[in-house]
């Protein structure tokens, strides 16, 4: 069983930059691909990023590559997304979420545990 929280949500200008982070418990976290899905008011949710157990694949998708990093540090049990250069769009729900098995980063349905989410809100 895997617990996610996540952190670092808030208010923040057009062009401004915020750091999620998503603090996981069990000892098994190492071992999961991490994502970042969002759901902007009024939308469905949407992929953003996500990171494999090593770090060494990583996808974003098209509207924030280039301007989102993920990171994780598995020693710590922590996942993180640089989001930098924020625009209106961007505001949504943040959710990180974790699988054991995920063959397909965007699918939301591959992924076994999620965090409750937390606010980004962007201002123009």
């Known amino acids: 069983q895997v617990q996610l929280v996540e952190s670092g949500g808030g208010l923040v200008q057009a062009g401004g930059s915020l750091r999620l982070s998503c603090a996981a418990s069990g000892s098994t976290f190492s071992r999961y691909t991490v994502a970042w899905f969002r759901q902007p008011p009024g939308k469905e949710r949407e992929f953003v990023t996500a990171i494999n157990w090593s770090g060494g694949s990583i996808t974003y998708s098209d509207s924030v590559k280039g301007r989102f990093t993920i990171s994780r540090d598995n020693a710590k049990n922590t996942v993180y997304v640089q989001m930098n250069s924020l625009n209106p769009e961007d505001t949504a729900v943040y959710y990180c979420?974790?699988?054991?098995?995920?063959?397909?980063?965007?699918?939301?349905?591959?992924?076994?545990?999620w965090g409750q989410g937390t606010q980004v809100t962007v201002s123009s």
């Open positions: 979420t974790a699988g054991a098995w995920v063959v397909s980063y965007t699918n939301s349905a591959e992924y076994d545990y």
